[in-house]
């Protein structure tokens, strides 16, 4: 069974930055694309961004040109990179890996406060 374990949430101040990785138990190349979601209190889960397999990354309208996603192949990881954070950023970020149609494998969320 595939385990992903999201971690690096936290608190930070309007403004500031945060990296959020996502640690997989097997191989990424396996997926075909790899997605972060987040789900502020009493509202949906939405997409933040997404990359596929072959590096092609999409972004929500909320976060682009502030968010970037990654992945590292080497060390099975997924990773977003959150800069000019604003305090509508704040929710629990889940990330998810995908083969289309087959499997999909969710972790367990961590949470991103933006406060002053």
């Known amino acids: 069974q595939v385990q992903l374990v999201e971690s690096g949430g936290g608190l930070v101040q309007p403004g500031g930055s945060l990296t959020l990785s996502c640690a997989v138990s097997?191989?990424?190349?396996?997926?075909?694309?790899m997605t972060w979601y987040r789900q502020a209190p009493g509202k949906q889960r939405d997409i933040v961004a997404i990359i596929s397999s072959r590096g092609v990354t999409l972004y929500a309208d909320a976060v682009r040109g502030r968010f970037a996603i990654s992945t590292d192949h080497a060390q099975n990881a997924l990773y977003l990179q959150m800069n000019g954070l604003k305090p509508e950023d704040s929710a629990v970020y889940y990330c998810?890996?995908?083969?289309?149609?087959?499997?999909?494998?969710w972790g367990q969320g961590t949470q991103v406060t933006v406060s002053a």
């Open positions: 998810k890996a995908e083969r289309v149609g087959v499997a999909e494998y």
């Open positions: 097997g191989s990424i190349a396996n997926f075909d694309r």
